[in-house]
C-alpha cells in the first residue's frame, strides 16, 4: 500500500492564479482532511470530507475549496492564490467512526506534504 | 473556542536524557489525546495516543499521561536517542457520533544533543 499520496510536491505560483493539490489514499479510508502547517502554528484544518461526496469546512476555509467525487481522492482547489496561502499543505484520511472498536479508530494518517509558495 | 496549547517550542536535551512536552486544553469534552512525530521533509505520524478514560500509557521509551481534572497532558521520552530528534505535535480531539474534530498544538521542536 502506498498510504496517502500528494502531488505535487511542490510549487510556486504568483498571485491570483489558480492550481489544485491532490490527495489520495489506497486505505479505502471513509474520512479525509486537509490541513496547511504553518511555523508556530501546528496545523489548523481547512476541510474535511466523511464521505465520497461529501465535504464539510474546517478551521481556515476561507480561499479553498474541496471536493470528495471518488472515495480515494480529496482535491484542494485554491481559485485566486495569495501570499497568505503560502504554507506547506498535507493530506490525512483516517477510519470512520465506530467501525474499529479499539486503539487506531481516531488514528490519521498524513502524506508527505506539498509545499506551496504564493508571489 | 477550543484551543491546544504545547510547551516548550523548542527543547534540547542530551542523548540519554529525558525530554518532556506539555499541553493544555480548553474544551473538557475532548476524550481522544494522540501525539504525532513529524521528521524532517515529512507528514505527522502517531507514535502514541490516551483515551479520557485512562491516566497513563506507555509504549517502549515513549509514555504520556493525562490529567483530566486539570485538563493537562504530557508526553514523556526516556533514553532518549539521535531518532528522537524531530518536531512532536499533541492534539486534542471530540468524538461526535458522526465525526471527530481534533485541534492540534504548536509543536515542539526537539533536538537531541550526542
Given at each position: 500500500n502506498a498510504g496517502v499520496t500528494q502531488t505535487p510536491k511542490f510549487r510556486v505560483l504568483k498571485t491570483g492564479q489558480s492550481m489544485t493539490l491532490l490527495c489520495a489514499q489506497d486505505m479505502n479510508h471513509e474520512y479525509m482532511y486537509w490541513y496547511r502547517q504553518?511555523?508556530?502554528m501546528g496545523l489548523r484544518l481547512?476541510?474535511?470530507s466523511v464521505g465520497e461526496g461529501t465535504t464539510a469546512k474546517g478551521e481556515v476555509p476561507d480561499g479553498y475549496n474541496v471536493s470528495r467525487l471518488k472515495k480515494q481522492n480529496f482535491l484542494l482547489g485554491l481559485e485566486s492564490a495569495a501570499p497568505s496561502q503560502t504554507s506547506v499543505y498535507f493530506c490525512a484520511s483516517s477510519y470512520p467512526q465506530g467501525r474499529w472498536v479499539l486503539l487506531k479508530d481516531n488514528e490519521q494518517f498524513f502524506g508527505p506534504?506539498?509545499?506551496l509558495t504564493v508571489l | 473556542g477550543e484551543n491546544v496549547?504545547?510547551?516548550p517550542s523548542t527543547l534540547s536535551v542530551q542523548e540519554g536524557d529525558s525530554a518532556v512536552i506539555k499541553c493544555t486544553y480548553?474544551?473538557?469534552a475532548s476524550n481522544y489525546f494522540p501525539w504525532y512525530k513529524q521528521e524532517l521533509g515529512k507528514g505527522p505520524q502517531?507514535?502514541?495516543d490516551i483515551r479520557s478514560n485512562v491516566g497513563e500509557k506507555k509504549d517502549q521509551r515513549i509514555a504520556v499521561t493525562l490529567n483530566k481534572t486539570a485538563k493537562h497532558f504530557s508526553l514523556h521520552i526516556t533514553e532518549t536517542q539521535p531518532e528522537d530528534s524531530a518536531v512532536y505535535?499533541?492534539?486534542a480531539s471530540i468524538r461526535y457520533s458522526s465525526a471527530s474534530k481534533i485541534i492540534f498544538g504548536s509543536g515542539t521542536r526537539?533536538?537531541?544533543r550526542p
Open positions: 504553518d511555523p508556530g481547512i476541510h474535511y506534504g506539498t509545499r | 496549547e504545547q510547551h480548553s474544551d473538557s502517531l507514535i502514541i505535535f499533541c492534539a526537539l533536538s537531541i
